[in-house]
Structures are given as structure tokens and as C-alpha cells.
């Protein structure tokens, strides 16, 4: 039955050429479409491991040299800023902040223990103000920083992929080469880079209170409810403690947004021309269809007349297109299936291959609905008209 | 003749509406996805103001320096003085000449500016400033965040912004730091609120005082960083700090250079190599680079690339390719519609050729009923690009970055749609146009 079809496609080949060769480029672009949501939806889904609603961040460049009169005005701003009846919480850190952008990395196999991991520094109260879930153990305080070693908390993504098979609480490493740490606690996710990006193994180190050029970023959570006129009370409390107008405040909301916008703009874009493509080629294809049926009316005729039944009519059309779908799905897959062999794709590779199932479906089932009207238009055709039409 | 042609090519498009619909579906939409494509480019790359040199300008946006790995040799000498042995030891630092120690990029010092990149000869200007200054400010109670450009007085030359009034500041205002301020004329409105005229109001820069406003510009339809700003104050006004880091030529500086004619660019990069070797090896570093990109380069930095590639021209061989891919497809359907279509009239051809018309008339006819159908496909384009241009626009897709439909974007669209029209008409046309007499007389119904 098959070898049959494929005869009655070669018969016509001049004819179904244009129509395969475009079956194989829609194919690749919904490949490309469909394992590129994929991916992203699945780095989305991923939990964030923080809470950036109702979190402010004053971006700030202290004086590099470390006085005491800077860190007393450090401190003294914690201070005011909590005061604030609007506030919930304060806490110290470095640029490296969920939106942000920055990255920092760092990495050793000193004592053994080989990890390569981002990591930022934070004071004690980094945890609060980002509502951080902690998986086991706890973040660090103020009296952890007396012991002997520097109390860190890691990410489970960490213990995951580094500390195979250890009891990551109380496990001590060397950080850098001066540093010894020990870890106090693990905490649940933090994907800070944005929504739409794979979480990297992370650390958060104590900010001492010496590294005044450490102090690169305030976050504050205010209650919830709070207006945005709460914006220009930091603003004043912070141009005040500085004498300077050299830091910039903005809603984590806000970078959230624009740092969001940089993946769905793309991703809708991408997705409208998609549905584009397909709308385009479905109609083409129904056209198509229609004509070639109409134009083969006596051949239908004829093979009624000889005892065909309305079923057998139709299924030999949307035979036809299926095999000829089919032949085309497997043109395309076998360039796109290599695509991961020869260079490294910006996604996964299981997101990939889901994306090339996915987007098989879509194109099987379109051309299936898009034969069946025309088909059963051929398939009704009654045997005597179109032999009387002949 | 061609009225003859238009006037069957409407005949045939009303005889099939099903078919009509879903060419001109295709035609256009794909039509107006590259028209706002070029839209896109038009606006960010094209020769508009503030950036109509844009094909003499370079900027220096960033600077490397970088330092070889060292190694100690120690050698020891002994010698034997009055029967006792005594070492000579000489330590000497050799450095490891192409070994990269250390990398460090940053934007430009005003000190490099001043020192060498002032004196170089082939541009015709150079010109100095800071384009990042974040400052937040609160005219009506409402958080308003502006991004400042500190310039000098050549930015002005050298970028020929449209003044809605006023002017730019002259070089003797730079000397003085007077508090003046230019301002965009979008800013302005959201700033003040919107009047006749902005000029002598004045605006709080934080700690540094009020600055008077001495003129207005339009908005730049570019995401150009170096023109994008919301207010432009002196360059002298800058801390020190943020001109000249401690370590060696790093600093927040931008430079452009604007060359005699567009043939003296690759002459000023040559200089730009010269500069670099004459700088003053310090700090550890032994190598240092200056990164120079043109308008193009820079507008790829943003998706490709780093501070120290020049990504422009692959940037735009990867958009032309992805469009021309995201053609291939509209077209061969439309190809494919057509090819079956054009058997309908197999009998009109027939009794055409009987009657003597040759095959390359016929070629002829349809593809001109072909770019009748595309043209009409391209202003239904024209509408639709429109319509998402403001639909983009106002949800601010692209940032500051404002579409518009050009002269030159729809010069570019009436091109694309001939092209589009010939390439889906050439294959069709030429098929049928080939069929001959005696078979499409027969086949065919009158």
C-alpha cells in the first residue's frame, strides 16, 4: 500500500518537489522554535530560591579607602535605613545581585576538594531581606564570624555537583588560599542571573566590615504595601549618609523586568513568526490540495466506479501527504540530529530532541487536518459525475 | 499593453477569492516582517541624525592593557677570593614576551585622550566624553531616572543633532564648567512638563548644583550609547576620578574620531596602532590596545561579542542570512500555489500562442500580473508594519529606540516586494509560458 503511494508520488514529482522542499525548511524552523521555548520554559519552571518583590537596591561606590569614619557611616546607614517605619529589612552585598548581571566565579582544588562555583559577598542579614528557603542547616550570623573558620552557605545545586556522597554541614575547604571556610548551611536554589537562565553552583561568603570597597550594593525589603514614595526617602537618607548622588536606586522589580525582556522579546518574536510560517504553509497546503484533488476528479472517478469505497478514496490522499510528510521529517531530522555533534547549541540537548518531537507533532497533525477536508471533498465525489465530467 | 495585463490580473484575483486570500496573506505578512526588519536596521544603522557621519566616525569605547608573565632567573656566580668561596647571586626579571598574564579592559582615561589621542593627525575632529552618568530625580514627587552624556565641545561637531531650539556649548563653557545643560527634547517634557520653550529653566543635578538649559534636541532614533543620553552637561564637570582611574590609561572616557572621508578610516586605525606603542609601559602592563569600532560594531556589541571584537559586519551577515532563510519559505509556497494555479489557464495560453504570442510575452504577462498581486500584497505590508510599528513603539520594546517609516525604509520595502514579486512569478510563469499549444488546447475548457 505504502510502495503504492510512493509510486503515485514519483508519478508526480515535479509537482510535489516545491511542496517537500518546503515540508523540510518548516520542519527546521519549528526544530528551532519549539526546542528554544522548550529550554527556556524549563530554566523559567526552575525555582528561583528568592523573593524579589518588595525589594529596593541602591547601587553605591564607597570611598575605596578604609577609615573608620567610613565604616562608621556604612553602619550608621544600616541603621537609618531600618529605622524607617517602612522597612523590613537591610542588607550589605557586593554588585553581585539576582538581575544584576554580574557574575563573579571562583574555583580551586586545594585540600582535594575540586569546585568551581559564583559566589558573592553578603552580610548576615543577605538572607532575610531575599527571603532565601534554606534546605538544611542555617545562614550565617554576626557571632559565626569569631570562629576560626569563615562560616559560607552553598546552594544544593553545589552540594549536587561537587560534594558527591559528603555531608555537606561542617565540611571545611580552603575558598582561596588564604580563606578557610566551613559550610554552615545549604540553602535551597538561587538563580540569580534571571528568570530564564540555568541556576550555577553558588556561595555566599561573609562581607567583613573592613572591606568598605566591598559595599557595592544595599538591599533593602520594605513591608509590604509600601508606595514608591519610599524611593525618594532612601534616596535622601542615602544621598545624606554619602554627600554624594553618585549611586542609583531602582525596584529589583524593574531590572527584573528588563532583564526578562531581554529573553521573551526574542521568544515572542520568534514564536510569531513561527505561527506565521504555519498559518502561511497550512493554507498553502490546503490550497494545494483542493486544486490537485479537483484536477484528478476522473482518476477518483474511475476508481470508484471500479468498487473503491469513500474510505479508501480518502485514505489514499491523506495517505499520499502523510508519506510524503514523512519523507520530508526525515530528510530534515537527518541534518538536524547531527546539529549537536558539530557544534555546541546555546541549549540543552535533551530540550533540543524534545523540541524536535514536539515540533514533528505539530507539522503531522496540521498536515493531517489540512488533507482531510480536500480528501473527503474527493472521497464524496460521486463516480458518475466525474466519469460524465471526463 | 499593460493596462491590458492589469486588467486581467484584477479578473483573475476576483475569480478565486480562496485563493486571492491566501496569497495576499502570505505576500503581505512576509513583507511586512521584513520591512520592519529593515525598519529596525534603518533606524539604528542608517546615516540619520545624530549619526549622518556615521560612515567617518570610530569610536574608542574600551581600552586593554596587558601585562606577560614574568620569571625570575636567578644566577649564581662563584668566585674563590683569598681561599674563601663567595656567591654572587643576580636576580633578573625576564618577561615572557606574547605570554598573557594578566587582562585588564575598561573604558578610555582622559589623560590618554589628552596625552596622545589629541594629537593624532588623520582625524579631522576627536572628541571626548563620559556617556554613563545615572542620576535620579524626583521634579514632581515621581522618580525619574535620567542617563547624562559629559561631553566636550567637538561631540557637538562631530554628531549633528537637531536642535528644537537653542544650541550646543561652545569650548569656552567646557573651560569654565559652566552650568549648562542640553537636554532631549522628550526628557525636557517629563522633567518640566510640557511648554513652549525649555530654554534658561534650570534643572537640580544633585550636589553639583542647578544648570541652565541652553538647548533642546530631538531624540535620537538610535540605541547608539555615545548619542543616546537624556541630558548632556560639560565634560568638566566630571569627578576626577572618573577621568583618570589610579592604574595607568583606564578611566570612563569615550573617544570618537571622525575621519577626513570615509577612505581615511583604515589610515586612522593605522594611527591608532602607532598611539598604542607609544604608550608609556607601566603598572605592570606590557601591552596595551585600544579597541576601536565603528556604528555598526557597536550596535552589534549588544547581542555578540566582546569589548575587544569588532562584530559588525558578521552581525550583519547573520540577520541578512536569518531573513533570507525566513523568506525561502513564504516564497516557495507561494511558488508552489502559483504552479498549481497557473493551470487553470492552460487554455487561454493555448489560444494566446495559436494566435502567435510568443513564449517570452507570456513570460511577460505573468510576471507582471505576479508583481501586480505582490505590489498589492505590499501596501496591505505597508499598513501592517505600520500598525506593529506603533504597537511597538508604544509598549517600548526596543527602549528608547523609536521606528519609523522612512523615505529610505520604504524605498528598501518597494525593493524587497520586486524581489519577492519576481522570484515567486519567475518559476510559474516560465512553466506555463512554456506549455505547448496543441496540449493546452485540449486540456483546457473554455
Same mark, same amino acid.
Given at each position: 500500500?505504502?510502495?503504492?503511494?510512493?509510486?503515485?508520488?514519483?508519478?508526480?514529482?515535479?509537482?510535489?518537489?516545491?511542496?517537500?522542499?518546503?515540508?523540510?525548511?518548516?520542519?527546521?524552523?519549528?526544530?528551532?522554535?519549539?526546542?528554544?521555548?522548550?529550554?527556556?520554559?524549563?530554566?523559567?519552571?526552575?525555582?528561583?530560591?528568592?523573593?524579589?518583590?518588595?525589594?529596593?537596591?541602591?547601587?553605591?561606590?564607597?570611598?575605596?579607602?578604609?577609615?573608620?569614619?567610613?565604616?562608621?557611616?556604612?553602619?550608621?546607614?544600616?541603621?537609618?535605613?531600618?529605622?524607617?517605619?517602612?522597612?523590613?529589612?537591610?542588607?550589605?552585598?557586593?554588585?553581585?545581585?539576582?538581575?544584576?548581571?554580574?557574575?563573579?566565579?571562583?574555583?580551586?582544588?586545594?585540600?582535594?576538594?575540586?569546585?568551581?562555583?559564583?559566589?558573592?559577598?553578603?552580610?548576615?542579614?543577605?538572607?532575610?531581606?531575599?527571603?532565601?528557603?534554606?534546605?538544611?542547616?542555617?545562614?550565617?550570623?554576626?557571632?559565626?564570624?569569631?570562629?576560626?573558620?569563615?562560616?559560607?552557605?552553598?546552594?544544593?545545586?553545589?552540594?549536587?555537583?561537587?560534594?558527591?556522597?559528603?555531608?555537606?554541614?561542617?565540611? #571545611?575547604?580552603?575558598?582561596?588560599? $588564604?580563606? =578557610?571556610?566551613? +559550610?554552615?548551611?545549604?540553602? %535551597? @536554589?538561587?538563580?540569580?542571573?534571571? /528568570?530564564?537562565?540555568?541556576?550555577?553552583?553558588?556561595?555566599?561568603?561573609?562581607?567583613?566590615?573592613?572591606?568598605?570597597?566591598?559595599?557595592?550594593?544595599?538591599?533593602?525589603?520594605? #513591608?509590604?504595601?509600601?508606595?514608591? $514614595?519610599? =524611593?525618594?526617602? +532612601?534616596?535622601?537618607?542615602? %544621598? @545624606?549618609?554619602?554627600?554624594?548622588? /553618585?549611586?542609583?536606586?531602582?525596584?529589583?522589580?524593574?531590572?527584573?523586568?528588563?532583564?526578562?525582556?531581554?529573553?521573551?522579546?526574542?521568544?515572542?518574536?520568534?514564536?510569531?513568526?513561527?505561527?506565521?510560517?504555519?498559518?502561511?504553509?497550512?493554507?498553502?497546503?490546503?490550497?494545494?490540495?483542493?486544486?490537485?484533488?479537483?484536477?484528478?476528479?476522473?482518476?477518483?472517478?474511475?476508481?470508484?466506479?471500479?468498487?473503491?469505497?469513500?474510505?479508501?478514496?480518502?485514505?489514499?490522499?491523506?495517505?499520499?501527504?502523510?508519506?510524503?510528510?514523512?519523507?520530508?521529517?526525515?530528510?530534515?531530522?537527518?541534518?538536524?540530529?547531527?546539529?549537536?555533534?558539530?557544534?555546541?547549541?546555546?541549549?540543552?540537548?535533551?530540550?533540543?530532541?524534545?523540541?524536535?518531537?514536539?515540533?514533528?507533532?505539530?507539522?503531522?497533525?496540521?498536515?493531517?487536518?489540512?488533507?482531510?477536508?480536500?480528501?473527503?471533498?474527493?472521497?464524496?465525489?460521486?463516480?458518475?459525475?466525474?466519469?460524465?465530467?471526463? | 499593453?499593460?493596462?491590458?495585463?492589469?486588467?486581467?490580473?484584477?479578473?483573475?484575483?476576483?475569480?478565486?477569492?480562496?485563493?486571492?486570500?491566501?496569497?495576499?496573506?502570505?505576500?503581505?505578512?512576509?513583507?511586512?516582517?521584513?520591512?520592519?526588519?529593515?525598519?529596525?536596521?534603518?533606524?539604528?544603522?542608517?546615516?540619520?541624525?545624530?549619526?549622518?557621519?556615521?560612515?567617518?566616525?570610530?569610536?574608542?569605547?574600551?581600552?586593554?592593557?596587558?601585562?606577560?608573565?614574568?620569571?625570575?632567573?636567578?644566577?649564581?656566580?662563584?668566585?674563590?677570593?683569598?681561599?674563601?668561596?663567595?656567591?654572587?647571586?643576580?636576580?633578573?626579571?625576564?618577561?615572557?614576551?606574547?605570554?598573557?598574564?594578566?587582562?585588564?579592559?575598561?573604558?578610555?582615561?582622559?589623560?590618554?585622550?589628552?596625552?596622545?589621542?589629541?594629537?593624532?593627525?588623520?582625524?579631522?575632529?576627536?572628541?571626548?566624553?563620559?556617556?554613563?552618568?545615572?542620576?535620579?530625580?524626583?521634579?514632581?514627587?515621581?522618580?525619574?531616572?535620567?542617563?547624562?552624556?559629559?561631553?566636550?565641545?567637538?561631540?557637538?561637531?562631530?554628531?549633528?543633532?537637531?536642535?528644537?531650539?537653542?544650541?550646543?556649548?561652545?569650548?569656552?563653557?567646557?573651560?569654565?564648567?559652566?552650568?549648562?545643560?542640553?537636554?532631549?527634547?522628550?526628557?525636557?517634557?517629563?522633567?518640566?512638563?510640557?511648554?513652549?520653550?525649555?530654554?534658561?529653566?534650570?534643572?537640580?543635578?544633585?550636589?553639583?548644583?542647578?544648570?541652565?538649559?541652553?538647548?533642546?534636541?530631538?531624540?535620537?532614533?538610535?540605541?547608539?550609547?555615545?548619542?543616546?543620553?537624556?541630558?548632556?552637561?560639560?565634560?568638566?564637570?566630571?569627578?576626577?576620578?572618573?577621568?583618570?582611574?589610579?592604574?595607568?590609561?583606564?578611566?570612563?572616557?569615550?573617544?570618537?574620531?571622525?575621519?577626513?572621508?570615509?577612505?581615511?578610516?583604515?589610515?586612522?586605525?593605522?594611527?591608532?596602532?602607532?598611539?598604542?606603542?607609544?604608550?608609556?609601559?607601566?603598572?605592570?602592563?606590557?601591552?596595551?590596545?585600544?579597541?576601536?569600532?565603528?556604528?555598526?560594531?557597536?550596535?552589534?556589541?549588544?547581542?555578540?561579542?566582546?569589548?575587544?571584537?569588532?562584530?559588525?559586519?558578521?552581525?550583519?551577515?547573520?540577520?541578512?542570512?536569518?531573513?533570507?532563510?525566513?523568506?525561502?519559505?513564504?516564497?516557495?509556497?507561494?511558488?508552489?500555489?502559483?504552479?498549481?494555479?497557473?493551470?487553470?489557464?492552460?487554455?487561454?495560453?493555448?489560444?494566446?500562442?495559436?494566435?502567435?504570442?510568443?513564449?517570452?510575452?507570456?513570460?511577460?504577462?505573468?510576471?507582471?500580473?505576479?508583481?501586480?498581486?505582490?505590489?498589492?500584497?505590499?501596501?496591505?505590508?505597508?499598513?501592517?508594519?505600520?500598525?506593529?510599528?506603533?504597537?511597538?513603539?508604544?509598549?517600548?520594546?526596543?527602549?528608547?529606540?523609536?521606528?519609523?517609516?522612512?523615505?529610505?525604509?520604504?524605498?528598501?520595502?518597494?525593493?524587497?516586494?520586486?524581489?519577492?514579486?519576481?522570484?515567486?512569478?519567475?518559476?510559474?510563469?516560465?512553466?506555463?509560458?512554456?506549455?505547448?499549444?496543441?496540449?493546452?488546447?485540449?486540456?483546457?475548457?473554455?
Amino acid at each position: 500500500m505504502i510502495a503504492h503511494y510512493f509510486k503515485l508520488i514519483w508519478k508526480r514529482k515535479g509537482k510535489n518537489a516545491f511542496l517537500f522542499v518546503q515540508l523540510i525548511f518548516v520542519f527546521w524552523v519549528v526544530f528551532a522554535v519549539f526546542s528554544y521555548g522548550i529550554s527556556q520554559y524549563r530554566y523559567y519552571a526552575s525555582p528561583l530560591g528568592f523573593d524579589w518583590r518588595e525589594v529596593y537596591r541602591v547601587q553605591i561606590n564607597f570611598k575605596t579607602e578604609d577609615t573608620a569614619a567610613t565604616r562608621l557611616m556604612i553602619k550608621s546607614l544600616k541603621h537609618d535605613l531600618k529605622a524607617m517605619p517602612e522597612t523590613d529589612q537591610v542588607s550589605y552585598s557586593v554588585n553581585v545581585s539576582p538581575y544584576l548581571g554580574n557574575i563573579w566565579g571562583n574555583g580551586n582544588d586545594n585540600d582535594g576538594f575540586v569546585f568551581n562555583a559564583r559566589y558573592m559577598y553578603a552580610d548576615e542579614d543577605y538572607a532575610r531581606v531575599w527571603k532565601i528557603p534554606m534546605k538544611s542547616g542555617r545562614f550565617y550570623t554576626r557571632e559565626d564570624l569569631n570562629s576560626k573558620y569563615t562560616p559560607v552557605v552553598v546552594t544544593q545545586k553545589f552540594v549536587d555537583k561537587f560534594m558527591k556522597g559528603k555531608e555537606p554541614l561542617g565540611f #571545611k575547604f580552603h575558598f582561596t588560599k $588564604e580563606m =578557610e571556610t566551613e +559550610i554552615i548551611g545549604v540553602a %535551597e @536554589n538561587f538563580k540569580f542571573q534571571g /528568570d530564564f537562565t540555568e541556576e550555577d553552583p553558588f556561595l555566599f561568603v561573609p562581607l567583613a566590615d573592613d572591606a568598605t570597597d566591598l559595599h557595592q550594593a544595599i538591599n533593602v525589603r520594605v #513591608k509590604p504595601g509600601t508606595g514608591p $514614595e519610599v =524611593e525618594k526617602k +532612601i534616596n535622601d537618607l542615602v %544621598e @545624606n549618609a554619602t554627600k554624594n548622588n /553618585d549611586f542609583s536606586l531602582v525596584k529589583v522589580d524593574i531590572t527584573r523586568k528588563s532583564t526578562n525582556s531581554r529573553t521573551y522579546i526574542p521568544l515572542a518574536a520568534m514564536f510569531f513568526l513561527a505561527i506565521f510560517l504555519i498559518i502561511n504553509i497550512s493554507m498553502g497546503l490546503f490550497g494545494i490540495l483542493r486544486y490537485n484533488i479537483a484536477r484528478r476528479i476522473p482518476e477518483i472517478g474511475l476508481r470508484k466506479a471500479v468498487g473503491a469505497s469513500t474510505g479508501a478514496v480518502r485514505r489514499q490522499f491523506t495517505g499520499e501527504m502523510l508519506v510524503l510528510v514523512v519523507l520530508a521529517f526525515v530528510i530534515a531530522v537527518i541534518f538536524a540530529v547531527q546539529l549537536p555533534f558539530i557544534t555546541t547549541l546555546p541549549i540543552e540537548k535533551d530540550a533540543y530532541f524534545m523540541g524536535i518531537g514536539a515540533g514533528a507533532l505539530l507539522i503531522f497533525v496540521l498536515v493531517y487536518g489540512c488533507t482531510l477536508a480536500p480528501s473527503q471533498q474527493a472521497a464524496m465525489t460521486l463516480p458518475a459525475k466525474a466519469l460524465h465530467e471526463e | 499593453m499593460l493596462k491590458n495585463y492589469f486588467k486581467i490580473a484584477i479578473k483573475v484575483l476576483k475569480r478565486n477569492k480562496l485563493y486571492t486570500f491566501i496569497s495576499l496573506f502570505g505576500i503581505s505578512f512576509t513583507l511586512m516582517v521584513l520591512m520592519l526588519a529593515s525598519a529596525v536596521l534603518e533606524n539604528e544603522l542608517g546615516a540619520n541624525p545624530p549619526l549622518s557621519k556615521r560612515d567617518r566616525i570610530l569610536f574608542l569605547p574600551s581600552f586593554t592593557g596587558q601585562g606577560f608573565e614574568r620569571e625570575k632567573i636567578s644566577t649564581y656566580d662563584t668566585t674563590e677570593v683569598n681561599g674563601v668561596m663567595k656567591i654572587d647571586t643576580t636576580v633578573t626579571t625576564k618577561i615572557i614576551e606574547g605570554k598573557v598574564a594578566s587582562n585588564t579592559v575598561s573604558s578610555l582615561s582622559y589623560k590618554l585622550y589628552k596625552d596622545h589621542l589629541s594629537r593624532m593627525k588623520t582625524p579631522e575632529l576627536i572628541s571626548v566624553f563620559i556617556d554613563y552618568a545615572p542620576l535620579d530625580v524626583y521634579p514632581q514627587g515621581q522618580k525619574l531616572t535620567l542617563n547624562g552624556n559629559l561631553t566636550d565641545a567637538a561631540y557637538w561637531k562631530i554628531f549633528d543633532f537637531r536642535f528644537v531650539e537653542g544650541g550646543p556649548f561652545t569650548r569656552e563653557a567646557v573651560d569654565n564648567k559652566a552650568n549648562v545643560i542640553i537636554l532631549r527634547e522628550s526628557t525636557a517634557e517629563k522633567y518640566f512638563g510640557k511648554q513652549a520653550s525649555y530654554l534658561g529653566k534650570e534643572l537640580a543635578w544633585g550636589i553639583q548644583g542647578s544648570f541652565k538649559v541652553v538647548g533642546v534636541v530631538k531624540d535620537a532614533h538610535t540605541s547608539n550609547r555615545s548619542v543616546r543620553a537624556d541630558f548632556f552637561v560639560p565634560i568638566s564637570w566630571a569627578g576626577e576620578n572618573e577621568l583618570d582611574y589610579p592604574q595607568a590609561y583606564f578611566g570612563s572616557c569615550v573617544v570618537a574620531l571622525l575621519a577626513k572621508t570615509p577612505a581615511d578610516m583604515p589610515k586612522m586605525e593605522e594611527e591608532l596602532r602607532n598611539v598604542e606603542n607609544n604608550l608609556e609601559k607601566a603598572n605592570n602592563f606590557d601591552r596595551y590596545m585600544i579597541h576601536e569600532k565603528n556604528a555598526a560594531d557597536v550596535y552589534a556589541w549588544q547581542f555578540m561579542g566582546t569589548q575587544e571584537t569588532r562584530k559588525g559586519g558578521e552581525f550583519l551577515g547573520i540577520v541578512l542570512g536569518v531573513l533570507a532563510f525566513f523568506l525561502v519559505i513564504p516564497i516557495l509556497n507561494l511558488v508552489n500555489l502559483n504552479v498549481t494555479r497557473i493551470f487553470e489557464r492552460s487554455s487561454e495560453i493555448g489560444v494566446r500562442k495559436a494566435f502567435g504570442a510568443k513564449t517570452g510575452d507570456l513570460l511577460l504577462q505573468f510576471l507582471f500580473e505576479n508583481l501586480i498581486i505582490t505590489f498589492l500584497g505590499g501596501i496591505i505590508g505597508v499598513f501592517l508594519s505600520l500598525l506593529v510599528m506603533n504597537v511597538l513603539n508604544r509598549a517600548e520594546v526596543f527602549g528608547v529606540t523609536k521606528l519609523t517609516f522612512n523615505l529610505s525604509v520604504l524605498f528598501i520595502s518597494i525593493f524587497i516586494t520586486f524581489v519577492f514579486g519576481i522570484l515567486s512569478g519567475f518559476l510559474p510563469a516560465w512553466r506555463i509560458a512554456k506549455t505547448p499549444v496543441a496540449g493546452a488546447l485540449k486540456t483546457g475548457k473554455l
